[in-house]
């Protein structure tokens, strides 16, 4: 066989593979979103197949392998947020993020889509793939205020999104329809409603409902959604919404070892609800001098929705450089997320303005950047008290 009849063959197979609808999807939804991404670039087809709602929701539920990645916000001008990631393969560590919506502020993170805030013009809200850099701004469903003594204002939004069980997400808002003057300590009352991808509406849950003060002591937005439940830490305890139930229940926090007495200084103690890996996790972090004790709770929940505390680690972390100063200390902590299912294994903490990855099964600890030095020439205090670390997951997720 000839060349020329080798480059004509070759052709012909080309052809038949780049106009094969079915045979190119089952090759394509086994590719990382953001190699999916630039096949876009092959043709026309590939553009239209690739950006069609039905590829998208198809490669969301196959979710290939997770590439761990957080997105830092650095709060500082001209270097804001950045794409990192923890999992050093021959790749560039940090490359800088943008925002294809004005000025954002991420209120949370979930499976890869992202719930921002801006104050472009007016205040509003948007659900957002940072991998596609799609987004879809929300519209509030109107509250008539002949039914309602004030006018309702938002308490806390929450985004609920599982691509391994459905290619659709959810948004929690919560509103409350007692004057904003009130005391706090008092009972107010609330409205719920949920907005749904897949009908593209909101539909009211909960018309008018009592609760024992201000539920945006519930962070204001940073629920935590797992198991078809939307998780808010406050002081002392943890409340959850069921959507599915369409009620709330409070679970106890986890019963912590007892904070150990230190001679010179006290302890800094910060805590963090975050899902990964298909579990919920419960942190608290204590740090002093040049130490950081870890411990970390898994919530175990039973067919019949009773739930229990069980501690996965209880670890000690000495970083090389003694914290000089209260600004320092680490109040990030991050868990590194994997495949579905599996245990979590690896967090990510800033402390002096260097961030790190510890491992719970080797117990060892490596420095991955230092943001004080070039090209981020940070001040550590700035990064101690300024840094905020989100979790990235690449998806082809519609908004």
């Known amino acids: 066989m000839n060349s020329e009849t080798l480059e004509e063959d070759y ?32 043709c026309k087809h590939w553009l239209s197949l690739i950006s069609s709602d039905k590829f998208c929701h198809l490669h969301t539920l196959r979710c290939p392998e997770l590439r761990p990645s957080l ?14 990631s923890p999992i050093m393969n021959g790749e560039k560590m940090m490359n800088p993020y943008t925002f294809s919506v004005p000025n954002p502020i991420i209120v949370s993170s979930c499976n890869g ?26 519209r509030f469903p109107v509250a008539h205020s002949d039914n309602y003594p004030y006018s309702p204002y938002t308490v806390t939004l929450a985004l609920a999104f599982d691509p391994s069980e459905s290619p659709h997400y959810k948004v929690v808002c919560i509103r409350s329809t007692t004057d904003r003057r009130a005391d706090p300590d008092e009972i107010h009352t609330y409205r719920i409603d949920v907005y749904d991808s897949q009908s593209r509406a909101w539909k009211l849950r909960m018309g008018s409902f009592m609760f024992p003060g201000r539920l945006h002591i519930c962070g204001g937005g940073m629920g935590v959604y797992w198991n078809g439940l939307i998780y808010w830490e406050v002081p002392n305890e943890i ?10 229940k409070t679970l106890s926090l986890p019963n912590y070892p007892p904070i150990p007495i230190h001679p010179m200084t006290g302890w800094i103690a910060a805590s963090c609800l975050q899902e990964a890996n298909g579990h919920l996790y419960q942190s608290r972090v204590l740090t002093v001098d040049n130490r950081q004790l870890i ?15 069980l501690l996965r680690y209880d670890e000690t ?22 495949s579905h299912g599996i245990e979590t294994c690896s967090v990510v903490s800033c402390m002096s303005g260097k961030i790190s990855v510890y491992s719970f099964l080797d117990k ?10 070039q090209p981020f020439d940070v001040d550590e205090d700035d990064v101690a008290s300024d840094l905020q670390m989100y979790e990235y997951v690449e998806c082809l997720a519609v908004v």
């Open 295 to 309: 411990v970390l709770f898994e919530l175990e929940m039973d067919d019949d929705r009773s739930s229990s505390w």
């Open 364 to 373: 060892s600890s490596k420095l991955l950047v230092d943001l004080t030095g």
């Open 113 to 138: 889509l992202m719930l921002l805030k801006t104050h472009w013009k007016e205040e509003s809200f948007h659900v957002y793939n940072s991998t596609t850099k799609l987004s879809r701004k929300l």
């Open 317 to 338: 972390i000495s970083q090389h450089e003694r914290t000089p100063s209260y600004h320092s200390y680490a109040l990030q902590l991050r868990l590194i997320k994997g």
């Open 11 to 42: 052709g012909d197979r080309w052809l038949g593979l780049a106009w094969n609808h079915d045979l190119l999807t089952e090759i394509l939804v086994l590719l990382p979103a953001k190699s999916v991404t630039r096949c876009k670039l092959v």
């Open 239 to 248: 409340r959850c919404y069921d959507i599915a139930r369409n009620e709330f």
């Open 71 to 84: 997105l830092l916000n650095l709060k500082t001008p001209g270097l804001q947020f950045f794409n990192f």
